[in-house]
């Protein structure tokens, strides 16, 4: 089968655009600012760009199946509306002018009077999308796990932790794995329903919060967390704090989604297709990793303290240590006017690679700069100040921990960090 498949640079994107080929399927995948390097026939698409002019995306010749895998996270309502409703639609609408069935991936809880900018915008597309008179399905899953997800990736940073504070350990929902939602959506092309229609997509079991943690824990051979509740007011600061940092895992919008139920059943799906997820303990065999998620639970921690070393040795060399930092370059021959100057500017810089780490777009410079400030800081003082070496605090030989912590974040840093900076 010819398939178009929308928003294939995504994560349920990547994975169904794997999936699907691997089937057999002749796919044309597309994407905003498509990878030359990935494998497959690719087209550029932009969802907002159709929503300002349907006009936009030449249809390709051949397709008989259109799916809708493109969705944001994001709390911005008018970016929402113009990608998941308005682009939608104008993309649902070509698909029924060149007579192509749609497989709308939506979300559960897309529902009429749904109370958040994502929901809402995903209800509108489908509304519209059901009512064209076209062979079309609106697939709604639960939370899809696995590499490369947001939220995946956020539940990942939280399993090492024994004792994690959580938004919500009450209200349950329904994971799947991503192998599930692609299996689904292969069932679901051997057995198209007759009528439109809107299927849910979850996995068999009902958990809360603590327990998929629990779930993730066991994956990696650690035993059962211990789990608290954020106080609500603790809460609403993170999460408008996200929002202020353009987290996609902790804003208002998923503290809202987070403290209620998600549920469905799941035997209107089997009874289309006959197909049934299995439960996500199941699944976790390649994913999550032990060594992987205790790096991704050490970054923000070990990012923080190089925060607070630089920018506490800023001012405390600005301040309470000014006298002291000229004693000791009076000891290295270095007095008057250029020991104050060489204090302060040294301060300065500190203070510059401590803010620089708080700044995405400049977080590898930074890590790359601390590694060279350290280096040249510890050959002058082997050179002009060897005695600092058998300091019984070894304040010193200290450093050279930071070596490989500075080192190791920056590579961690995203591809589209690094690209950026």
Not at 309 to 316: D, F, I, P
Request: glycine fraction near 10%.
């Amino acid at each position: 089968m010819r398939i178009l498949l929308v928003g294939a640079g995504g994560f349920i994107g990547r994975h169904l655009h794997a999936a699907l080929r691997a089937a057999g399927h002749r796919v044309l995948a597309s994407a905003r600012r498509p990878d030359p390097a990935a494998p497959g026939e690719w087209c550029r698409l932009d969802l907002a760009e159709l929503a300002r002019d349907p006009n936009a995306f030449p249809w390709p010749a051949g397709i008989e199946l259109v799916i809708n895998a493109a969705g944001l996270l994001s709390t911005d309502r008018d970016r929402l509306r113009q990608v998941q409703q308005l682009g939608a639609c104008a993309l649902f609408d070509l698909a029924a002018a060149h007579g192509a069935r749609v497989l709308q991936i939506s979300a559960l809880g897309a529902e009429e009077g749904a109370d958040t900018d994502f929901l809402a915008s995903k209800a509108a597309a489908e509304r519209h999308l059901l009512g064209l008179g076209i062979p079309a399905v609106v697939l709604r899953p639960s939370l899809v796990l696995g590499p490369g997800a947001a939220s995946s990736t956020w539940l990942q940073r939280l399993s090492p932790w024994p004792w994690v504070p959580l938004l919500d350990n009450r209200a349950r929902l329904q994971p799947l794995h991503i192998d599930d939602l692609c299996s689904a959506v292969l069932a679901l092309q051997q057995n198209w329903p007759p009528h439109p229609c809107s299927l849910a997509l979850v996995g068999p079991e009902a958990l809360t919060q603590g327990q998929l943690l629990d779930r993730l824990r066991a994956a990696q051979g650690w035993g059962p967390g211990r789990y608290r509740t954020l106080p609500r007011p603790l809460a609403a600061l993170g999460a408008l704090l996200g929002e202020r940092l353009g987290w996609r895992a902790l804003n208002r919008q998923t503290l809202r989604l987070a403290r209620r139920d998600n549920l469905a059943s799941a035997e209107p799906l089997a009874a289309v297709c006959g197909y049934r997820c299995l439960p996500i303990a199941m699944r976790l065999h390649d994913w999550p990793r032990p060594a992987e998620s205790v790096g991704l639970a050490l970054q923000p921690l070990l990012l923080a303290l190089l925060v607070v070393v630089w920018l506490g040795t800023a001012l405390v060399c600005l301040g309470p240590g000014f006298d002291w930092g000229l004693r000791i370059l009076a000891e290295a021959g270095i007095t008057g006017w250029p020991a104050r100057l060489a204090v302060i500017a040294g301060s300065l810089f500190d203070g510059l690679l401590g803010a620089g780490l708080l700044l995405p777009r400049w977080r590898r410079r930074a890590l790359q700069a601390q590694i060279l400030l350290i280096l040249a800081y510890s050959a002058l003082i082997t050179w002009l100040l060897p005695h600092y070496w058998f300091d019984p605090f070894q304040g010193v030989g200290k450093n050279l921990v930071l070596l490989p912590v500075c080192l190791w974040l920056s590579w961690l840093q995203p591809a589209s960090e690094r690209s950026r900076s």
